[in-house]
């Protein structure tokens, strides 16, 4: 079943720029099948660099002069190169054959900003634009429903189909948007494989973590504390390692497409909390499957956390694709008054808090005295509030 991706639309705008476009996402996210999709009526010929021979073509053509060398890859309408990664002369040789001018369009994909964007920055500064291109936004995996029809929007959703959308959105929720596990009937098996080393294979093949049982139990701890504030102090102390290791375990897996944090914002340190970042995973099915945790129903005991990292990621995911994104943060101050979400944009400040259930109790009047501004609630009752169908 191929379901049409949001970022569609920007990819295509990217390709027809003139530019070298760069897809970036974790593995297994649908960036080839983007491509394919982008690409199907285009003379377009891809090279795979986990596949030695592909590797061996592209070094063959590098050494001739660019005109000859894309005539031996079938002198395409555009060239994808894909796992870009995994070669450190690509950019180096994209370079060249790119600013040969000669009418060919190329696509760079790669499941870890490892080494791609690195090689990126330094060899094609002002040749390229780049994307990220997360797992499915709740939009998509809704394609996917046997009700669901193009045409509906959201109000409609709400009105007519509210039972089979909670049933969806839970779903969502526990096996994640992961396009495979999405339209798949063995949900879990896909998800423990993809929560085994797949997704930090790159980790683990550049030979960065030297015991990979550490970034498992990091991935534990990390995965029951989901969308709260981490200490690196307290997992460096509960792993037995160093706190900088920590750091450089986060950081790796942010780079890798697995977490994503959030920073708190503030305009005075000395009320409010500064400097903390909270965690959470840019897809709910690989935070469920590193705990064992598919209960697919309303009655579990972590409804409200799960929904909180959920709906995080569905809107970090959606501002990943936007053509002018926004900053996203939460906030604290000291005397433990908190707001989950603040979307930033330019000078305007949106706050959220995010709920599960029916809204409950009142808003703490701390962040509207510090800034003039009304939370608002976010609920799984009211999803026209948070769901885009744009």
């Avoid at 690195?118 to 809704?142: C, D, M, W, Y």
């Avoid at 510090?370 to 939370?375: E, K, L, R």
């Amino acid at each position: 079943m191929l379901i049409s991706r949001k970022a569609l639309p920007r990819f295509l705008k990217i390709l027809e720029s003139g530019k070298i476009a760069i897809v970036i996402g974790a593995r297994q996210v649908g960036k080839t099948t983007l491509v394919a999709e982008a690409l199907k009526a285009r003379n377009a010929v891809m090279l795979n660099f986990d596949i030695p021979f592909d590797v061996a073509r592209f070094k063959a053509a590098s050494v001739l002069p660019p005109i000859d060398g894309l005539k031996t890859l079938g002198n395409p309408e555009v060239l994808i190169i894909d796992e870009a990664q995994r070669e450190p002369e690509c950019a180096r040789i994209v370079k060249g054959w790119y600013d040969s001018q000669l009418p060919v369009k190329f696509v760079l994909l790669g499941s870890s900003s490892l080494n791609l964007l690195s090689q990126a920055t330094e060899s094609l500064t002002g040749r390229n634009l780049k994307i990220q291109l997360p797992p499915f936004v709740l939009s998509e995996s809704l394609a996917a429903e046997s009700w669901m029809q193009p045409e509906y929007t959201m109000p409609i959703v709400e009105e007519h189909f509210a039972a089979q959308f909670r049933v969806a959105l839970v779903r969502s929720m526990v096996f994640g948007g992961y396009p495979e596990v999405v339209v798949s009937d063995n949900k879990v098996e896909l998800l423990r494989e993809l929560a085994g080393d797949y997704l930090w294979k790159d980790i683990l093949q550049a030979g960065l973590v030297k015991t990979p049982d550490l970034i498992r139990q990091l991935l534990t701890l990390l995965a029951h504390q989901a969308g709260s504030e981490v200490s690196t102090n307290e997992l460096a102390q509960q792993l037995g390692i160093a706190r900088a290791t920590v750091d450089r375990y986060l950081d790796l897996l942010e780079e890798t497409f697995v977490l994503f944090r959030l920073p708190a914002y503030s305009t005075n340190p000395r009320k409010e909390i500064a400097k903390s970042k909270k965690i959470f995973f840019w897809d709910t099915g690989i935070r469920n499957a590193i705990l064992n945790a598919f209960d697919p129903t309303e009655n579990r005991s972590d409804i409200g956390k799960l929904f909180e990292n959920y709906l995080i990621a569905e809107i970090a995911k959606r501002n990943l694709l936007a053509e002018n994104p926004v900053e996203l943060y939460f906030w604290r101050n000291r005397d433990r008054a908190e707001v989950d979400l603040i979307v930033k944009q330019g000078d305007q400040l949106q706050p959220f808090e995010i709920k599960w259930g029916k809204k409950t109790g009142r808003h703490s009047t701390a962040f509207l005295n510090a800034y003039g501004v009304p939370v608002k609630t976010l609920t799984s009752m009211k999803p026209s509030e948070w769901v885009d169908f744009r």
